[in-house]
């Protein structure tokens, strides 16, 4: 489907048909994020009667940000209209997908200059909002650095002795000692053995 066909469909100047069908799921396949091409695929499904309908549906409702306006677009009747002419919808606040192209303004970026000429509003930060997340942030950090006496085991001490943290060594043998006195013993001995190496 050449582009120029797509547009005439989008802007109302051919109409959906079964012919189209075809033509309509393999620019919406080769595009999946092309928003226009799935609802115009999805409207002309609608339009046709078509038993697949119900299944491109519910893939296409998922992406499309405002479910309201797809119901109502899927609603109207797709009506064609002259060059000249402007739509007239059932239903009000319709999205109007206007992606006119002609070869003598080959504006690529028209419709990004159509939302950034309309006033949208701003976007404004909330510093407070900023510092909660923040704080809330670094005493996840913070809770996620701190070691917990329950978890040490002699694997655990035996890593801080490798890594000449003799003291956390130590500190975990010594609880390992207490919280296994079978063998405290053993844990005795490595705790001989890093005091001295600690102190040489």
Same mark, same amino acid.
């Given at each position: 489907?050449?582009?120029e ?11 959906? +048909?079964?012919?189209? @069908?075809?033509e309509?799921?393999k ?10 091409a799935?609802?115009?695929y999805l409207?002309?499904?609608?339009e046709?009667?078509s038993?697949e ?12 940000? !405002?479910?309201k306006?797809l119901?109502?677009?899927?609603? @109207? ?8 002419? =402007?739509?007239?919808?059932e @239903?009000?606040?319709l ?11 080959? +504006? ?9 000429? +309309? !006033?949208?509003?701003?976007? +404004?930060?909330?510093p407070e909002a ?7 942030e ?7 650095v ?6 040490v085991?002699?694997?655990? #001490? ?6 000449k943290?003799?003291?956390k060594?130590?500190?975990a043998f010594?609880?390992?000692s207490?919280?296994?006195p079978e063998k405290?013993?053993?844990? #005795?001995?490595?705790i001989?053995e890093? =005091?001295?190496?600690k102190?040489?």
């Amino acid at each position: 489907m050449q582009k120029e066909e797509f547009f005439d469909i989008v802007n109302h100047k051919t109409a959906l +048909s079964v012919e189209n @069908t075809k033509e309509l799921k393999k620019v919406a396949g080769e595009f999946p994020y092309f928003q226009v091409a799935q609802i115009v695929y999805l409207k002309n499904l609608k339009e046709t009667s078509s038993p697949e309908f119900e299944t491109v549906l519910k893939r296409v409702a998922v992406s499309v940000p !405002d479910r309201k306006r797809l119901y109502r677009f899927l609603n @109207t009747r797709h009506e064609l209209v002259d060059d000249k002419r =402007e739509i007239q919808a059932e @239903t009000e606040n319709l999205p109007v997908f206007n992606l006119e192209y002609s070869e003598e303004n080959p +504006s690529k970026n028209a419709l990004i200059d159509k939302f950034l000429s +309309s !006033d949208v509003g701003k976007i +404004s930060r909330n510093p407070e909002a900023e510092n909660n997340l923040e704080r809330a942030e670094n005493e996840v950090i913070k809770k996620s650095v701190e070691e917990d006496d329950e978890i040490v085991t002699e694997t655990l #001490a035996g890593i801080y002795f490798q890594q000449k943290k003799y003291d956390k060594a130590l500190h975990a043998f010594r609880k390992l000692s207490l919280k296994y006195p079978e063998k405290s013993v053993y844990f #005795a001995s490595r705790i001989e053995e890093i =005091e001295k190496v600690k102190n040489i």
